[in-house]
T-cell receptor, first 113, second 113 residues
Framework: EAQVTQNPRYLITVTGKKLTVTCSQNMNHEYMSWYRQDPGLGLRQIYYSMNVEVTDKGDVPEGYKVSRKEKRNFPLILESPSPNQTSLYFC????????????FGQGTRLTVV | DAKTTQPNSMESNEEEPVHLPCNHSTISGTDYIHWYRQLPSQGPEYVIHGLTSNVNNRMASLAIAEDRKSSTLILHRATLRDAAVYYCILPNAGGTSYGKLTFGQGTILTVHP
């Protein structure tokens, strides 16, 4: 089954404690991205990657890092989480970026206290 | 970035057709029109996309105006499971943020039994 898998689904952490949210896709997609969703602000892109070792900033990259060492994985790293990063995070992948459908993960609800 | 305008909310009765409009008057000749929906507590889900011609799939139909400045997502027989937020999106066509999906506020569809 084609899918994008995020882990964990829920996470509560403390300010400053480094964390990683993993994202994996099984469709051999080249394009992957991370979004965060906040009430009243909708979904906003954090980072995206057009292929292995190619990443770039989205609209709200501050406080986040990503890496793309393998085609299937695109982890989101918060080196020093802060309460304003409390949000619902989604990973997405697609084969072409705009010509085909994007598949989204189920989301990771992060709370930073 | 080409922008889209959608009504904040719409209502429908179960088993009836639903027409969800979207205006994109600044669309360029190479912009694809994508529709996604987000059910409660889930990640966005691809519905349909097109360029110039009307498109049909198992979920919905997409009617694109001749001048491409507007489009309509058609759900032929709404079910309770179709209650969601529907997003009309024009993925970035090139340059930086290629393929980025910019989610606006979308249209909240309520389906009454």
């Amino acid at each position: 089954e084609a899918q994008v898998t995020q882990n964990p689904r829920y996470l509560i952490t403390v300010t400053g404690k480094k964390l990683t949210v993993t994202c994996s896709q099984n469709m051999n997609h080249e394009y992957m991205s991370w979004y965060r969703q906040d009430p009243g602000l909708g979904l906003r892109q954090i980072y995206y990657s057009m292929n292995v070792e190619v990443t770039d900033k989205g609209d709200v990259p501050e406080g986040y890092k990503v890496s793309r060492k393998e085609k299937r994985n695109f982890p989101l790293i918060l080196e020093s989480p802060s309460p304003n990063q409390t949000s619902l995070y989604f990973c997405a992948s697609s084969s072409s970026g705009r010509l085909t459908e994007a598949f989204f993960g189920q989301g990771t609800r992060l709370t930073v206290v | 970035d080409a922008k889209t305008t959608q009504p904040n909310s719409m209502e429908s009765n179960e088993e009836e057709p639903v027409h969800l409009p979207c205006n994109h008057s600044t669309i360029s000749g190479t912009d694809y029109i994508h529709w996604y929906r987000q059910l409660p507590s889930q990640g966005p889900e691809y519905v349909i996309h097109g360029l110039t011609s009307n498109v049909n799939n198992r979920m919905a139909s997409l009617a694109i105006a001749e001048d491409r400045k507007s489009s309509t997502l058609i759900l032929h027989r709404a079910t309770l499971r179709d209650a969601a937020v529907y997003y009309c999106i024009l993925p970035n066509a090139g340059g930086t943020s290629y393929g980025k999906l910019t989610f606006g506020q979308g249209t909240i569809l309520t389906v009454h039994p």
